[in-house]
């Protein structure tokens, strides 16, 4: 059980770096996303840049943070985060997307395979006060999406897909 962390990349919107939140929980300093802004992830100075947890044994490197919310799934999904697209960071190309958190409660996925390889403890990965949106249709529900952290790094919800919350929001996974 182990893992390595990393430091490259920044959030932009509409061209325009974000601060990397020191305080991200709902009330802290999560830079807020706005209707129709494009969101991107491109190269920055390591002072400002992405950490990156790497967990032993796999091939991803997941921000160990929220970095962006008031974006709906929706608008993760319009801007191509949702499957995945491709940038660029330092150079090298990679693929940018959610990760798979699981469609019901208490199933296995790829969110629980990372806290299983790592720690679920909140440092590293700074569940707590905030959850982000996974890649999942809620079983029960087919205009939700999967929602992970809050209470714990394995809590489980769902929220409406189309609607933008203050305690939802965007956590990448880069491979």
């Known amino acids: 059980m182990g893992w390595e962390t990393f430091q490259f990349g920044q959030v932009y919107l509409d061209g325009i770096p974000q601060c990397i939140p020191i305080t991200p929980t709902v009330g802290g300093d999560i ?9 991107e992830i491109m190269g920055a100075p390591k002072e400002h840049s992405i950490t990156w947890v790497k967990p032993d044994g ?20 319009t801007a191509g985060f949702v499957k995945g697209q491709t940038v660029y960071v330092g150079g090298r190309r990679y693929r940018c997307r ?31 006060n905030i959850f982000f949106w996974g890649v999942d249709t809620a079983i029960n529900r087919a205009s939700h999406r999967a929602v992970r952290g ?26």
């Open 58 to 77: 796999m091939n991803l490197f997941v921000a160990d943070r929220v970095l962006l919310k008031n974006a709906s799934w929706e608008d993760l999904e």
């Open 150 to 175: 809050y209470p714990s790094a394995r809590f489980w919800h769902s929220g409406n897909a189309t609607n933008r919350y203050v305690n939802v929001g965007f956590r990448p996974v880069i491979e």
């Open 31 to 39: 830079p807020n996303y706005k209707e129709d802004q494009i969101i």
């Open 98 to 128: 959610l990760l798979q958190v699981g469609s019901i409660e208490d199933t296995p996925s790829e969110w629980d395979s990372i806290l299983d390889a790592t720690t679920e403890n909140n440092d590293p990965w700074h569940w707590e």
